[in-house]
């Protein structure tokens, strides 16, 4: 069963700038000629970024988008969560199997189809949120990635309409973005597959079992002798 997010009654709609290649479509966006709700989409991009410096494979054929945001709304402390459920929807309105891996990767058949990177900055006096989604639809090369990537062409062996995609994508952000904290969690919270696993922890090597998600998108987890404590920041490695 899945949930096909409509907003009913949206404060805003995204004015949506499409690009052949760009360096990075994260990077455009936070150009000063770009203002809140606009969305930059490019068909590949030469220096897709990740999470904490590593490339983003950005192949034509893949979903490379980035949305700009109000860095001091209500949202912005749990965006990325909330782009992970907004993309984690959408995979299963496309009849994927799709988990989250905290904090945002989004995993189908074993393999990693989606990362999302946010970026905060500020101009002037104002703070905003460079939102990047990369979603691997019919992609087919990942080279050196080949075995930790999939894409959706690459677990049903079909096309899939790139515009539609975005469509959906942006829609669904924009209802999370009006959804408010707890339903976007606990979203969030139902999709993960993580919890119940022995995981590693980035920062310091240790290794815990994830045990839940709290109400503001952390990780909780829990050490060999029963202590708790909440992940903020970091990333995972699951272990079983
Ligand atoms: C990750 O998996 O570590 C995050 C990947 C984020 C990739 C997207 S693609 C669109 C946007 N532009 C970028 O350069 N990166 C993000």
Not at 170 to 190: M, P, Q, S, W
Request: charged letters at 25%; aromatic letters at 10%; glycine letters at 12%.
């Amino acid at each position: 069963m899945h949930t096909v997010y409509i907003t009913k009654n949206p404060k805003r709609r995204f004015n949506v700038y499409l690009f052949g290649k760009l360096p990075s479509t994260n990077d455009e966006i936070k150009k000063a000629v770009y203002n809140p709700f606009d969305a930059v989409i490019a068909n590949n991009q030469s220096d897709g970024k990740g999470r904490n410096g590593r490339p983003f494979v950005s192949n034509e054929g893949g979903l490379y988008m980035s949305v700009l945001l109000d860095g001091d709304a209500p949202f912005a402390e749990y965006i990325t969560p909330l782009a992970g459920a907004a993309a984690a929807s959408v995979l299963e309105e496309f009849g994927f199997d799709a988990g989250i891996k905290w904090v945002n990767d989004i995993f189908v058949g074993g393999g990693k189809i989606c990362g999302i990177l946010a970026e905060k900055f500020s101009r002037g006096e104002k703070n905003y949120i460079a939102l990047g989604i990369g979603l691997n639809v019919n992609n087919k090369n990942f080279g050196e990635f080949a075995d930790i990537a999939t894409s959706m062409f690459l677990q049903t062996n079909s096309r899939y309409r790139l515009s539609e995609v975005a469509g959906r994508v942006l829609e669904t952000l924009n209802f999370f973005l009006a959804a408010g904290k707890k339903k976007t969690i606990d979203v969030f919270r139902e999709k993960s597959i993580v919890l119940g696993k022995k995981i590693v922890l980035s920062d310091g090597g240790d290794r815990v079992t994830a045990v839940g998600i709290d109400g503001d998108g952390g990780l909780i987890v829990e050490d060999g002798k029963g202590n708790r404590r909440v992940i903020t920041a970091g990333s995972i490695r699951v272990e079983d």
